[in-house]
């Protein structure tokens, strides 16, 4: 066809053949999971046929009793997330919808395995056994890791190879592990959707990836650019699972009862305040009040990644309204005067607006946090309740709420660090010229790393014209036909 | 392009600019929002760090047994339905799908905030603190509050401005809180999935006020009504979102243990019922039997709506394949017979059918349900059983069978009042020319209200032929690629 | 249009008029559930509303356990697979979204009732009253048995009418509920999530059907086969939320606490490593590593399938890696090497390849699953573990895991004789001529079957060459269009 012409003429500048790299890394790779997990990996005690004896001996007399059954709808919601949420968000460009939502799904695949192994050596290696013992709970934690990864993904989205997604996503999730454990270990910082661990980090991984990576040539694929009609409503399905499932995701690891029940509260107003600020800015954005797809598809999420690390809090509801009300403004400002910015200056290319999807919001998620454990007072959440949110137990049972306010902000900071400074070192990493990435001219296109539908041997055999070469007059008629397929 | 031409020429008759408007209201409305919920609304004794102080206090000895674990998973099923669910259902037109789904997710939005409000006032207020207390079942009831505006959109989709649809859902919701005290408090009805409170009140109230916006002129965009192949596909998803979830609506709410659990295994038999006889009269209603696809996405759901009210009554299994029975082929004929019969004669123009799907089997629901209520007996609920489903306790104690089914009528007849005369005086109001509704020839058209995703600065550099104005000769082509793309 | 005039003219060689016939089926069989469900068919305990009673008599203090809490959530996942999981995955062809998603719905609505009353008589008829009683795990299982169905229709997708789809899902439940009956019940097999029971089953069973209905000029609609990008697209939402609530559907009847814990993550796990092997293998078969959609949609659900039986096992995690990394691989070279061996030697056409998806990874999960369960030790499962896990009590109290592991394996023989007798004689039934079958040209096409959208009475009264013949021309407009539409 056309298209394969124009192709194998202009744009085999770079070898994007990835035959030999990508299954190699998914093989060696898988096998490496698969060896690690039977050296480290067990059942833990509620998901083991042992569990009859731990009954008896703790007195539990039921089996519903099980964490399984108050973790696992929330894990669920969560799991929707990171493979339907963040695929289908990220498929609003014209042509490289099965680039978004595939390898969504094979990094999240390998991310998930990986996860499991650095979580647990660095939150749950039992010391007498040398073994992780997994559960529900870290199931949940691996997704959360996986995302970070996923949102970095969303600023390289169409220009980067499945091979360096890979490898991204390898160094991503270690360096999630790292700086998780410092924030919430070391520092006792509280987080319990991410705003900090999550979105701060994954936000300036990818940032930082992306401004490595920079392609000063990127104009050369603005055909491929921008997106159609479909494609922005299925990214609309990305958008509203994720919209949804936010108050699933900020309560999934928090503490069971009323720390739980909160945050779903928190979240679901926080997010339904961002929509009606997001609609608003959007309309002010242009000369007749016209809405913008990409502000509806992506600022309207930024309320729940701002109650990330509060939603636990008792910021009551008219504070969650409040926090996604400058969120949905912010984030879609972002979209209109920020994004334009850190490509020309900056020279970030940002293919989703991470930086006001998440980035943002996860920073000013992180400082809502911090402000409102230092304002906690025991008249608000009693004396035990104060205790039970802040967990000032053990080592931190003399922690006041000023100093953990203190933490809270040093965690972010140790959040930002570690995504730019981690991202700059993995960029470069990916910059390597052996991971197949695509030319400038064949960025955002699908035919690179995908069989075109239409290629997949279906003939048509009562059309003889099929397989002539098109004259000049036809050629007229399928440009102008291919204009109309745009508007479509 | 030349559709944004011939839209320059002939089709600026009406102001639809609303950027100043559209962004006045969402800011003054979520403004108002955050402040009435600074002074009333504040977190339930579940949602409360106090929590622990009160499961001292009332014996609960573990954190599981907070409602939040035995509420939650209804209330995502119910979310989804309504962002998912009715955003989705109504893309099947070929342009209108950012409409349907963003303006959707917009009412919804502010819709929920205002209906905690409202709800909270008329069935939660606590009269010493002048506070309303929220948990999860607040939440699920917002939800189905907006409900009932989101069936009323369905009645006037692609006729109206968000602006129209703020106004609409404010009110909406207003009368929504109102007829709900009536119908569920004072004469003590019972309606756990709303076939009289959310269906049929929604139904009408969206019916009344498409009947005051009548446009008698509303040919002059039959161009854009009617589907494409995708608009289809994408309408099923919100269809089967719908209709998987159905059950969790009309179980939502319901009493704890026996009643959710029959309240699900009717509605799912309910639903299955009908999608046989929904195929059955499709099939029958074409010359060669083919189906239609208008049936097939709205009329399968009839079922879910009967079984709003008798959903949670020993109906027994057969009784609720019955009513689906029944409900699959009254809605599909209405939307043969009916709906043409309402546009012509009582001049009520209904895009997507909402008599049919909501209405009429509302009604039959709050029929069925005052039947079996009037028949429901101590030999087939048991002694305490009757009391648990129909609550005869507090003052209505001494309510007989019989009476109750007279106050299901009652309640019923409260639903169709309120609907049909408050849909009349907000219809009045929407009549205004102030809101920024689209001329008729703009009907269902989402370039009104919506950047086209081609005119976002995407430039195609390598194609000279884009920016000069086409030949009448290559106009034929276009009209023809045009056409052969409604086809596609 | 030219499309339905091509239709005429030479497509009439079948009467595809099922006007009287699927009207016919459709209410008959719905009359027929609803007496048979009159008859037999009742709420069990704990939909009841005597559950008062029942607790009072067994010590149940309170509603939040009835097991309704500890199966809804899981119901539901499995619900969503059924509707949308398979319903989407089937949508890939360019033409036949309405058949795929809309018959799936129909013909899953018919086979769940059939399947209440089937597996009723089968496994909980009470020998005292007659009846049936159900309750929400008797909906999982409905569910469950409607999926040995729906893959069945895949095999045979695009070429059969409605009508036949409703008679191989009456004689597949038939069958299911038989052999389902033989192996769990006599043999005492285990298979939680249906390797053997559901998978092989549905599997064989389509593709006897598929190789009785061999059709020898199925060419002649190559032009329908194939898909487009949006269809793609479409059906990755299917494969999707096959994909993540696939651990719903291996736990969803598993023993409450440990046995469902341990079997979600199991699948988790396998489906994991899965991704990455079909990755591999998919980009290894191509020129330059390119991916193919075919096998991303498919082959990455393969470890599900095969974890089927096995997930409520001690397989330990890295076992669930391996068993998930092989089926990848083998799933994925199937639709390279042997539906193409299938079709040419064997004349099975097997439109979604279910032989690579469900036949033989059903069959492998069966021999994982009885290789693990002869190898099953009290060392590793504790002695009460090995009974609660194989429900070792009963008549069944004095088999050893070596004997459970012979039965095992006869559970997956007596899977494949079902399937592939039943299949070849249901196969039989469906070659007569009375069903309204498409003919060899209209294969794969939803204009059969469904109202076609731009048929629906939308003129477009501006465009006065709509109704005119076209010129030859403009034809070659129409052709060359009409291929970059498939390029879209």
């Known amino acids: 066809s056309v298209q394969s012409c124009h192709q194998d003429c202009f744009c085999r500048q770079k070898n994007t053949n990835i035959r030999l790299t990508l299954p190699v890394v998914c093989f060696v790779w898988q096998i490496a999971m698969i060896i690690l997990f039977g050296v480290f990996i067990r059942y833990d005690e509620e998901s083991n046929t042992h569990w009859v004896e731990t009954k008896a001996h703790n007195n539990i007399t039921s089996d519903i009793e099980n964490d399984f059954y108050f973790r696992y709808p929330s894990f669920q919601d969560v799991h929707v997330m ?35 192994l650095m979580q647990g050596w660095f939150h749950s290696l039992d010391p007498q056994t040398g073994k992780i013992f997994i559960g529900i709970e ?67 991984y990818g940032l930082a990836i992306s401004w490595v990576l920079y392609r000063p040539n990127l104009h050369q694929s603005k055909r491929m650019q921008g997106s159609v009609y479909h494609s ?93 009300f400058f969120c949905g403004i912010i984030s879609t400002m972002g979209y209109i005067f920020i994004s334009p910015f850190l490509e020309k200056t900056l020279k970030i290319q940002d293919t989703c607006g991470i930086h006001n999807l998440h980035a943002m919001p996860g920073v000013i998620g992180g400082i809502v946090g911090a402000i409102t454990a230092a304002a906690a007072s025991e008249s608000v959440y009693g004396k035990q309740g104060l205790i ?17 306010g203190g933490y809270q902000a040093a965690g972010m900071c140790v959040s930002i660090v570690f995504g730019v400074v ?3 070192i993995v960029g470069s990493i990916l910059k390597l010229p052996i991971w197949g990435d695509p ?18 041997g279906v003939q048509q055999p009562h059309d003889p014209q099929a397989s002539r070469p098109v004259s000049p007059f036809s050629m007229l008629c399928l440009t102008i036909s291919q204009k109309s397929l745009v508007i479509c």
Chains 1, 2, 3 share one sequence.
């Open 82 to 116: 990171i493979f339907v949420g963040f695929g289908f968000l990220m498929t609003f460009l014209k042509r490289y919808s099965f680039g978004a939502v595939g390898f969504n799904f094979l990094i999240a695949s390998f991310g998930l395995q990986w996860a499991l």
């Open 138 to 204: 870290s199931l949940i934690n691996a997704d959360f890791c996986v995302a970070g990864c996923l949102i970095a993904y969303g600023a390289v989205l169409g220009k980067v190879s499945p091979v360096q997604l890979l490898v991204m996503t390898l160094f991503g999730v270690t360096l999630f592990a790292v700086e998780e454990y410092i924030i919430l270990n070391l520092l006792h910082a509280r987080d319990a959707g991410g705003s900090m661990v999550i979105h701060t980090f994954g936000g300036y």
């Open 232 to 324: 922005d409503t299925f990214a609309m399905i990305g958008t509203l699972f994720l919209w949804m499932f936010w108050p699933s995701f900020n309560s999934a690891i928090t503490d069971h009862g009323d720390g739980q029940h909160r945050a779903v509260i928190n979240t679901y107003l926080g997010l339904a305040s961002t929509v009606l600020t997001t609609v608003a800015i959007s309309s002010l954005s242009q000369k007749t009040g016209k809405l913008d797809m990409v502000h509806i598809q992506n600022s309207t999420l930024a309320g729940g990644v701002a109650l990330g690390t509060a939603a636990e809090f008792m910021i009551s509801p008219y504070g969650a309204l409040i926090v996604g």
């Open 388 to 404: 039970n949110t802040f967990d000032f137990t053990g080592d931190f049972k003399d922690r006041t709420v000023l100093t953990q």
């Open 422 to 424: 981690g991202g700059a």
């Open 439 to 456: 030319a400038d001219e064949n960025c955002f296109d699908d035919e690179v790393y995908w069989e075109h539908p239409s290629h997949s």
